[in-house]
């Protein structure tokens, strides 16, 4: 394996945990970032020269670990970073004395940490998708809608905050738990959406962050087996991830929900979902992920019914509003009454939005041109393809939509 790859790899796998292991001896994020960025690039360096070392998760820690202490000695707090670091023995040795399979595992502390009431609340998912799953600050900018500058600022902040309030790395107090888990899974779910939206396939650290976001989440549920909103967070990922050798042909074609071969579904995924799901309803506490997990249970009972029960969607989707009224639910929304009411219906629900809420949202455009499409009203369904191509960023769905949008030409 070439260095570069070995590094991409070890980033895609590792680059959260290091993280998190790394801040939680610092107790800064920022320094722990940095240093791991350094040790990145000089493995970009050394590997090529030398090899790939055995372990490079391992050869990455004592590198970075190397970094921080040569920092800390050109610093004022360099007293907190020695003495936790042990610089004696650190240096006394070439190689970890772990096997690079057992490095302490602190995500789940970090991100309770970044949820922390100290921290600005609109800033926490931002913080926790940064530090635990390494997306840059463009990236996460994208998501939130504002510019990648703003967003840089917001995090050197926050990070600032977790340093200079010298706050514990460690798990908060039971009655503590509750308050911060609706952040933690605002990012764990985030993260899974990043990864579940980008279905090109050029890149396989996508998947893994799918991976890992599922991964996360089933350690919250460890955390607090009683709290149903994790349950209905797992579930809704399991059921959108049971589609995933469905959504493309091939070639990498995309596929829409709707013209999917259900026999591609993976149904063990399915039934796990369906259990969490239930578990989640026994504590009679409902919320958003557990209505958006019930949403996609319908879609996944088409693998049996070959239907889709477009009366309960619409039913579900206004549930959903009232808890979280996003604009995708919105959206949503308007597509499950035009299938259960008629096109005009949907058409109408879509006209009610406000114009400068959704002049850049791909999926509204999206979906009315579908609509538009169907009704045979082909200027405007163009118009308003055309605006949903210009705002799609993936490939495979901009191909489709191009696809669509040429149909109105026969």
Request: proline share 4%; net charge negative.
């Amino acid at each position: 394996m070439d260095a570069r790859r070995a590094a991409e790899l070890a980033a895609r796998n590792s680059y959260g945990r290091l993280v998190a292991y790394l801040a939680a001896q610092t107790r800064d994020v920022a320094a722990a970032e940095d240093a791991l960025g350094d040790a990145f690039l000089t493995a970009l360096k050394t590997w090529t020269e030398t090899g790939v070392p055995k372990n490079p998760e391992a050869w990455l820690l004592v590198t970075a670990r190397h970094r921080l202490i040569d920092a800390s000695r050109r610093s004022q707090v360099q007293d907190k970073i020695l003495n936790t670091f042990k610089l004696n023995e650190l240096e006394s040795q070439t190689e970890p004395s772990f096997d690079g399979t057992n490095i302490p595992d602190d995500r789940l502390k970090l991100f309770f940490i970044c949820a922390h009431p100290a921290i600005d609340a609109t800033i926490h998912t931002s913080l926790m998708l940064q530090t635990v799953f390494g997306l840059n600050a463009a990236q996460i900018a994208s998501a939130f809608l504002v510019a990648p500058a703003t967003m840089s600022q917001r995090l050197v902040r926050a990070k600032a905050k977790i340093r200079d309030a010298g706050i514990a790395f460690e798990l908060p107090e039971a009655e503590e738990l509750p308050t911060r888990l609706a952040a933690v899974l605002e990012a764990i779910y985030a993260a899974y959406t990043n990864a579940w939206e980008t279905i090109d396939g050029g890149d396989s650290r996508h998947q893994g962050l799918a991976e890992e976001a599922i991964w996360l989440v089933r350690l919250c549920i460890q955390l607090m087996p009683q709290a149903p909103e994790a349950r209905g967070l797992l579930a809704l990922m399991l059921y959108c991830e049971a589609r995933r050798d469905a959504r493309r042909t091939i070639n990498g074609a995309y596929i829409p929900l709707l013209q999917q071969d259900t026999r591609l579904w993976s149904q063990p995924m399915i039934d796990e979902a369906e259990r969490e799901l239930a578990q989640a309803s026994t504590f009679k506490q409902l919320g958003r992920f557990q209505l958006e997990a019930a949403i996609q249970s319908i879609h996944a009972q088409r693998a049996v019914t070959q239907q889709v029960n477009w009366e309960a969607l619409a039913l579900l989707y206004e549930g959903l509003i009232q808890l979280s009224p996003t604009l995708g639910a919105l959206v949503s929304h308007a597509a499950a009454i035009a299938k259960a009411k008629g096109l005009n219906q949907g058409l109408v629900r879509l006209d009610e939005l406000p114009t400068e809420t959704v002049k850049n949202y791909q999926p509204y455009w999206a979906l009315k041109a579908d609509l538009l499409k169907h009704l045979g009203c082909k200027s405007e369904a163009q118009q308003a393809y055309s605006r949903a191509i210009g705002l799609t960023e993936g490939l495979a769905i901009r191909e489709f939509l191009l696809h669509q949008s040429s149909l109105l030409d026969e």
